[in-house]
């Protein structure tokens, strides 16, 4: 069940306040959350495995960390956590964080995290990520449950695959006996032809102005909470995105050649200022059902991401959510088109040190803490 949240609070009432230090783990989104804790005012720890790594930094005075702490294994962190807590550490959590950890692990750290740890369950399984993700109201690809039915093209995505690897196109069943790997567990989904959008959103539970999202069910009629958009990026993604230069998928069969769907990058971007308004009810529908996912679920805290295709019917169709910092958000260390709008300079990993800096003087920390 993870570390409950009555402990995190006694722990957070030790702490002082005065001497709070962000945590990261050094990779990922680090250069960005660890710019902006000292953007903020804060002092931050790196935690690292490998002198290389932390000799990586030193190019980096401005999200160099004041203090490391040098592991042989990131599960080391487990047996640290009554270090962290004495030096009153607050770990922001990222994708690397939770694959070295694994999630059950990262549910398990006896250290204050930022956010709300209890909700990356519902982010680790496809199907609970629909669960969630229709419940809020996102239109999904469809998912075709026997591979017999293919008629016309599909992605089968593995369930272990990292950043897209081993994924493939099918366009039939003929296609996909020939490629599919029977022994890994897998997820038949629509191919949706169009473009890829990555939209990085922020939930404040503690604000009570701006675009507050309106309760469901239980907490129909109460406002939740601010809800932001900080940014938008597309995936470069290795080799798919040069593929076709080498002639059609069938030349490229030919030649022995698949496409892989391996995340090497990211590029900043805007939508349409039509689809805004769809943008914001995605993701409003989405924060409001992740407060009814399980019974006192705390919903979704700090920052998300909605990964989306638009078709060209200018329809979204959400293919997955990350519920926590995304490495997209990194071409906007010095804001973006959406978020200098508000204030200038304003990253996601700022952004996250902000809502700490502000939990602390107005004593509402463990609202943003789990
Ligand atoms: P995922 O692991 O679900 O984030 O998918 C990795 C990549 O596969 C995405 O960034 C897209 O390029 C591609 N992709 C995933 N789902 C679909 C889909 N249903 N239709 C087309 N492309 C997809």
Redesign the pocket.
Known sequence: MGVDYETVQTWLAGYDSSQITIGVVASHSSLQILHGARQEGFRTLGIAVGENRRRFYKAFPGAEPDEWLMLDDYREMLDHAEWFRSKNVIIIPHGSLVEYLGATNFRNLEVPTFGNRNILHWESSRALQREWLEEGGCTM?KVIEDPHNIAGPV?V?YAG?KG?RG?FIARDYRDFRRNVDIEEEFTI????LGC?YYLHFFFDPTATDGYQVQGRGQHAGKNLGRLELLSMDR?D?SN?DEFYKLGSLRDLREMDLEPS?VVTGNQPVVIRESLLPRAFEMAEGTVAASFNLEEGSRGMLGPFCL?T?VTDQLEFKV??ISARIVAGSNPFVGGSPYSDINERFMSTGRRIARSIRSGIESENLDDIIS
């Open positions: 690809p992605i995505k695959a897209g994924y989904q629509e191919y949706v890829r995936r993604e798919v769907f990964e295709i293919f997955e």
